[in-house]
C-alpha cells in the first residue's frame, strides 16, 4: 500500500481498535483462477487471527496451508470537499480527495477441520460481538440444540492466520492546517461519517 | 468470491448503486513483493472506471498495462444476533452471521500520463461527489489557480480499469422468514446501519 508517512498509522492501540471495530475483512489470495476475495469476519486472537468459511466454500481447497494472503480491513471514510478547508477561500490551493483508515494484515493461512478449531472460531465471534450488542442477555452456543451446532460446525472450515506485517493507513488531512483539519471533520460530522470524524479530532500521539 | 444463488445479487441497477455510494475502492494487485492493495476513488464510466494514483505510488510502475486486477467495494454490513430473530424464540436454530453487501470487479489496468485523462479522473470525481455534497455552490476544478493544477497533475498518475466480470453479493438473511429478515433490519437500523437495513427491505426483483 502506497502511504506517505503522515498518512501511516503506527500507533498500535488505534490499529487494534480499527480492527476490532470494523471485522469484516475481504480475505484475499490469489488462486488459479486469479486474484480472489471473501468477505469473513476475523478475530484477533493472541498474535494471530481466527476466521471461518462454509465448507462449500472452494478457497479453503484452492488456497493450500501456508499460502500467502491480504486481509483488509475497511474502517471510516468520506468524500472530502475543498470547500470544507477555510484556508481555500484564501489559497483556492485545493481539489477533493478521500479520508479514510485502512488496516492491511499480510499473513500466511493454515485451514483446520477440528472440531475444537471451529468451536473456539464461533465462540470468539459470539464473545466479542455478542456481548457488545445484546450484553446480559447475549446469545450463548449452548442456546442452540446440540445436534443442530453439530450439523452446523460439519458445514464450515476454521483457519488461523499467522501475521507476517500489518500496514494502516489513517489518511485524515494530516498535511493541512488543523483549522483545515477541524472544517472537515465538522463537515463528516454533519454527514453522519462520525468515526472518521471522531479520528481526524483524536489528538496526535505523544 | 463464494457467494451461494440466494446471496448473489444480479440487479445491475442495485450493483451500480453499491459502486456509485461506496466509490472508495479496494484496489487489489499481485505485484513482485505479493499481494497488494490500495484504496482509491473509482468512477464507473462508460463499460469501464477510471481513476488515479499519486506519482510516488509505486502501483504503476509495478502493475504494467494489461495486468489483472480485483476492485473491491465494499457497502453496508453489520453483525447479525440470533436473538434479532423471533423464529429463534420458538426453534433456537440459529447462530451469528455477518451481512453485507459487496460487488468485486475483476478488470485489466492500463496507466495513463496523459493530462487529458488525468483532468477527466478529477473531473469525473468532481461532478459524481461534489455536487453530491455541495449542489449549487459546489467547487469546480476552475477555482484553483491554473499553476497550483498544473503542478498537481503533474504529480499523479490516471488509469482506467476494462472489466472482464463483475461479481456482487447482498448477503442479507434471504434464507430466512420474512420475520426473521424483518427483526434483523430493525435492530440493524436501531444501530444506525440504515443502509444495510434499508438493502434488506428492499422488496425482491419482480
Known sequence: MYSPAHFTETDQAEIERLIDTHPLAALVA?????????????????????????????LHR????????????????????????????????????WNYQVVHVHARITWSHADKDKRRAVALLTARHEKAVNGAS?????????????????????????????EAKSKLNQNRSPADIA??????SGQGR?????????????
Not at 64 to 86: C, K, M, Q, R, T
Not at 138 to 164: H, Y
Open 183 to 188: 472544517g472537515v471533520a465538522d463537515a463528516l
Open 30 to 58: 490469489m488462486t488459479g483462477a486469479g486474484l480472489d476475495a471473501n468477505h469473513l469476519p476475523l478475530l484477533r486472537d493472541g498474535e494471530g487471527f481466527v476466521g471461518h468459511v462454509a465448507l462449500a466454500n472452494a
Open 138 to 166: 447475549a446469545w450463548k452456543m449452548g442456546d442452540a440444540p446440540t445436534d443442530f451446532l453439530e450439523e452446523l460446525l460439519g458445514k464450515f472450515v476454521a483457519f488461523r492466520l499467522s501475521v507476517e506485517r500489518i
Open 62 to 97: 484452492e488456497v493450500p496451508d501456508g499460502a500467502p494472503v491480504l486481509a483488509i480491513f475497511h474502517a471510516g471514510e468520506g468524500y472530502v470537499s475543498p470547500n470544507w478547508y477555510p484556508s481555500k477561500a484564501e489559497t483556492h490551493k485545493a481539489v477533493p480527495t
Open 194 to 206: 462520525t468515526g472518521i470524524a471522531a479520528a481526524m479530532r483524536r489528538p496526535p500521539k505523544a
